[in-house]
């Protein structure tokens, strides 16, 4: 069998990084251990630029268990760029005692390498490897903090939560993998599942919700979403940043292709389960971030309710398949907070608000019972998430700080602010190239 290896060159230079930055750790003294986030950043830099020689290509290779797309370079970039963000604010916060830093930089190159293998994995083994190279490294960043009681706590729950919740996913897969002869290519896995016995279709039914249940946890979908505001409270910033970001869009990259490609013949039995767990999801998690008064729990309640917005186009699949396809000590910081809190409530003028429009146009296209009242729940809830989200601005701007000593915002978190301001505003006034992103990325079985 033959490799693309330029199928696989960001992977491949993403890899090399994650050894140099092992290697290097070790000769480097003390005060200098912050130089393995710049050889970091010019290896996911690379990374980049290897996937950009990738656009306009349809590669595959591994015998088909590895696809390079539109639907996995959209994610690929939009990883890289995650990497960049989080290497760039980790310097500051890692640069001091007790901290680890080559080990750290090590331990979140590798999950964004597993980040990066999953929208091209359409294996079940490749997709598992791909879920636990992102997970298993995040078990140790979450309780990075040793000295933290919050931290360590934080991050037992999710390894705990995390190791059963693979057991389970892992045991649904065995399960599609014997009754369907042996097949782990996902295209392989429909076809075969399609000409089932219906005799074998129960248990064929339960594979899926048990898939379901492991990637649920993973996107902290309700009622498996326990775990998270513990340990991104404990975890540090750079690291719950991740978790909340990054970790979860790899679980919905590897949900996605499960669902629309092995399992798209069985929708009729799932579409029902997505509809649950978008609506409770959704619901739980903006009710919970309005009682909420520590900001980073409520970040994670809010990204509870985000995942059920995300879910909730899995609840719409129907057989018609064009229907399937703090401001006077900080002041840049807090008006980027607040720009970034507006986003998440899907108001205008930042980009979030056409995200949610988007979901809210398929909702009411689906048609029929399901599709307009999921689009009214989540008008509800999106309602009820402006209270907390403006709250975050109010605090920041109308409220006296306690302490008016001004901040001196380091030169990469200010990059990364501005950078991620000018996106969602771009975003807002040219809505075009962010649905044309959609287009492109057509996940095709």
């Known amino acids: 069998m033959s490799i693309d290896y330029h199928a696989i060159l960001p992977e491949l230079i993403l890899a090399g990084t994650i050894m140099l930055v092992l290697v290097v750790d070790l000769f480097l003294p003390a005060r200098l251990k912050w130089g393995s986030m710049p050889i970091g950043l010019l290896g996911v830099l690379g990374s980049l630029v290897a996937v950009l020689t990738l656009l306009g290509d349809e590669r595959a290779t591994f015998g088909g268990a590895f696809v390079v797309d539109n639907f996995a370079l959209l994610f690929k970039v939009f990883f890289l760029a995650a990497a960049l963000i989080v290497l760039a604010v980790s310097r500051r916060y890692f640069d001091q005692p007790g901290y680890y830093q080559g080990e750290y930089y090590f331990l979140l190159l590798t999950s964004f390498l597993g980040c990066l293998l999953m929208p091209s994995s359409r294996d079940l083994l490749m997709l598992f490897i791909s879920l636990e190279l992102v997970s298993a490294p995040g078990f140790l960043m979450a309780a990075f903090r040793k000295w933290d009681v919050t931290g360590v706590e934080g991050g037992l729950k999710f390894f705990l939560i995390g190791v ?15 009754l369907t002869g042996g097949e782990t290519r996902l295209d392989a896995i429909a076809s075969a599942l399609a000409k089932l016995d219906p005799s074998q279709e ?21 009622p498996f979403q326990f775990w998270a505001p513990d340990t991104y409270e404990g975890a540090p910033v750079p690291v719950a940043a991740f978790l909340a970001v990054a970790s979860k869009a790899a679980g919905f990259a590897g949900l ?17 389960i997505f509809a649950f767990l978008s609506i409770a999801t959704m619901t739980i998690g903006n009710l919970v971030a309005l009682q909420q008064r520590q900001f980073v729990r409520l970040l994670a309640y809010s990204g509870i309710a985000q995942a059920g917005y995300i879910l909730l186009p899995f609840a719409l699949v129907t057989n018609d398949q064009a229907v399937n396809q703090v401001a006077r000590v900080a002041p840049f910081l807090a008006v980027g907070m607040s720009l970034f809190m507006v986003s998440l409530a899907g108001v205008p003028p930042a980009a979030g608000f056409w995200a949610k429009i988007l979901i809210f146009g398929a909702a009411i296209a689906r048609g029929h019972v399901l599709g307009p009242v999921l689009a009214a729940v989540m008008v509800v809830n999106s309602v009820v998430s402006v209270f907390y989200y403006l709250a975050v601005a109010r605090q920041m701007i109308f409220q006296p700080a306690e302490d008016t000593t001004p901040f001196r915002t380091p030169v990469l978190v200010a990059g990364v602010v501005g950078l991620t301001m000018a996106a969602l505003l771009f975003f807002f006034l040219l809505p075009g190239t962010f649905s044309k992103l959609a287009d492109i990325s057509t996940l095709v079985g």
């Open 164 to 178: 059963l919740s693979t057991a389970v996913m892992l045991f649904g897969m065995s399960l599609i993998y014997g």
């Open 202 to 222: 129960a248990i064929a039914l339960a594979s899926i919700l048990f898939i379901v249940v492991g990637f649920a946890f993973k996107v902290s979908a309700f």
């Open 256 to 272: 996605l292709q499960l669902m629309f490609v092995a399992f798209i013949g069985q929708h009729e039995f799932w579409v029902p």
